[in-house]
């Protein structure tokens, strides 16, 4: 049809400062907006986002460098820029190789357009959740019963979940108390819950190198301390000597935790991390309707 045709033409021969722009000039610009996109999406849920952060700290000290004419530390900066980016792939190595995997595995259509948003709106943490939780960690605190439970946030803890074996259930505290059982095949190591669903067992963490901790706390401490200075998880542990229950976020450790306090800290960090999601969604929500 004619009129097609006209559009086409008038695509093709808009220009921005004099460049001509194609087709596939736009298709381009498309294609590096979505990549940037979901390499984006994919560093905010992994470790890599933490050592982005500092990255930008770096950056602006460096163009604050630059306007003071802070030339000596500049010079340094050029000499190690190269071992710097060698650096950075060593250390995002995992989750680079994590990535690929990933990406190989995937639909390429299911990757680009989200069809299981309401999956996701499915996985956030429940009230109903926390109070088994907190049932499960006393009845097990009263029996000295060990158990290291990791709930995750927005930082990925697949990593983790792969040292494990997979469960995938709904968070009951009868099913807690059942896996952290003396002698029984999944009682070492730590759950990983994500949502209302706990999805592996036998777990291995990383163990915490703070030299401020107790040198009183065992090994399941200092693996809840470890995985918190490395993610945003929130980790409960119950001393198996004790029976005292503890809490790892943010590379600290509160401890002699009762049933009350340890509800409290709960809702007071998932619950917080919820409400901000939510108020994205009605932000987004609301853009969409004042865009209709």
């Known amino acids: 049809m004619e009129w097609i045709d006209k559009a086409i033409e008038s695509f093709k021969n808009l220009n921005f400062y004099g460049t001509r722009m194609e087709i596939g000039d736009w298709l381009e610009i498309l294609i590096i907006a979505m990549v940037l996109y979901y390499v984006l999406v994919w560093i905010k849920t992994t470790r890599a986002w933490t050592l982005l952060k500092g990255l930008f700290v770096i950056c602006a000290f460096l163009f604050f460098a630059y306007f003071m004419h802070m030339n000596v530390i500049l010079r340094m900066a050029q000499s190690i820029l190269g071992f710097a980016v060698t650096a950075l792939v060593v250390v995002l190595q995992p989750e680079l190789r994590k990535a690929l995997e990933e990406l190989g595995k995937k639909n390429l259509l299911a990757t680009l357009i989200p069809f299981n948003i309401s999956h996701k709106e499915e996985e956030i943490f ?150 901000d999601e939510k108020k994205s969604k009605r932000k987004r929500k609301g853009r969409s309707h004042t865009k209709g």
């Open 126 to 275: 429940s009230e109903k959740t926390i109070g088994e939780i907190t049932k499960a960690c006393v009845e097990m605190g009263k029996v000295k019963t060990g158990a290291l439970i990791v709930i995750e946030q927005k930082v990925s803890l697949h990593d983790y979940e792969r040292t494990g074996i997979d469960v995938d259930g709904i968070v009951t505290s009868q099913l807690l108390i059942n896996i952290f059982e003396h002698n029984t095949p999944l009682h070492d190591g730590a759950v990983i819950i994500r949502g209302n669903r706990i999805t592996s067992a036998t777990c291995y963490l990383p163990l915490s190198d703070n030299l401020g901790l107790s040198k009183e706390l065992g090994t399941r401490h200092r693996a809840g301390v470890g995985i918190s200075e490395v993610t945003d998880s929130l980790t409960i542990i119950v001393s198996e000597e004790t029976g005292k229950i503890s809490v790892a976020f943010d590379g600290g450790l509160e401890t002699n935790l009762d049933a009350e306090r340890l509800r409290n800290r709960m809702q007071q960090i998932l619950n917080k991390s919820g409400e």
